[in-house]
């Protein structure tokens, strides 16, 4: 099944479109990646030097956005403040238009994620309405998730055509993957890596969110980057890339956690805040709270 037929036959129309809209998207960054290359001079909100395919994924996605008509603002990784986008929108989005940056010049997974709400801005990632995330890999595959479950399509000649229909995570998991230096986690986090290093979990760790999640939708385990002792909130972004990924882990079954509870209740006051993510199988987060509270 194409994804259109599925987006249709499941949601209502415009967040169909809305979706079905992003994955053209994503489709075309995808082939856009071989040829922008780069550094730029720029920085984003976070310090960060831009890539030039950085920079021009997100505005391609804002541009493309703006003439669906669809969305009324977006709050965007590469953006300092909320982007007005049509007037008469009905969605608000959160984008990171290429997760996992570093990837790019040694070749290593890299995507893009998504957030959808119609709620405005600031709201808990509770009031998503739908998340996704693209997967530019050896192969290129798209995750959406709504409260109706979560599947997974592969970008063919044909399109993108379903490959899992109501993802689950397996019920034990095989995988931890996990980022941060060892000397600046905290020594309830040490305690609790050593625990799943004992139960014989396997480490696998490659510095793409997406990609390292991803892996953890398959095979089942858990996704941290923990909060440090000299950054307690940690690195990842809780806009633009852990909210999208807590909702896509709960509506698979799993957890999400930002060490005391699930990320999705976090209230926020910044655009630029961040939170120690953990995300993947219950009984591993469940676990982790419990070490993190001795
Ligand atoms: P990147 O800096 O390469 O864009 O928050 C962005 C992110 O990648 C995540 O995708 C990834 O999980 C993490 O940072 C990687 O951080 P480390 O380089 O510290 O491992």
Not at 122 to 142: I, S, V
Request: include cysteine; charged fraction near 25%.
């Amino acid at each position: 099944m194409l994804l259109k037929e599925h987006l249709l036959k499941n949601l209502d129309k415009k967040l169909a479109s809305l979706i079905f809209e992003i994955s053209k998207m994503c489709e075309l960054i995808r082939r856009e990646l071989p040829y922008r290359r780069g550094k730029t001079t720029m920085k984003n909100m976070f310090g960060e030097i831009q890539l030039v395919v950085d920079e021009w994924a997100n505005q391609f996605i804002i541009e493309e956005l703006k003439k669906t008509g669809l969305v009324k603002t977006l709050v965007s990784e590469e953006e300092a403040d909320i982007v007005k986008m049509s007037k008469n929108g009905i969605f608000n989005i959160s984008l990171d238009p290429l997760d996992g940056s570093s990837n790019i010049e040694s070749n290593n997974l890299v995507g893009t994620i998504i957030g959808i709400y119609k709620k405005d801005f600031p709201a808990p990632g509770r009031n998503q309405k739908a998340a996704l995330y693209m997967l530019y890999g050896p192969l290129d595959t798209l995750v959406y998730a709504t409260k109706k479950g979560v599947h997974e399509f592969l970008l063919t000649n044909e399109g993108f055509i379903l490959i899992r229909e109501n993802i689950k995570l397996p019920t034990k998991g095989k995988l931890y993957s996990v980022g941060g230096l060892r000397k600046d986690w905290s020594s309830g986090f040490k305690e609790f890596v050593e625990g799943v290093e004992e139960k014989g979990y396997k480490l696998r760790y490659g510095g793409s969110f997406v990609g390292d999640f991803n892996q953890i939708l398959h095979y089942g385990g858990i996704f941290a980057y923990p909060s440090l002792v000299n950054k307690p909130e940690g690195k990842l972004r809780l806009v633009s890339e852990s909210n999208p990924i807590s909702f896509i882990v709960e509506q698979a079954g799993g957890r999400s956690s930002n060490g005391k509870k699930s990320i999705l209740d976090r209230e926020y006051k910044s655009l630029q805040q961040r939170t120690p993510t953990y995300v993947g199988n219950k009984d591993l987060i469940e676990t982790l709270e419990k070490t993190l509270k001795q």
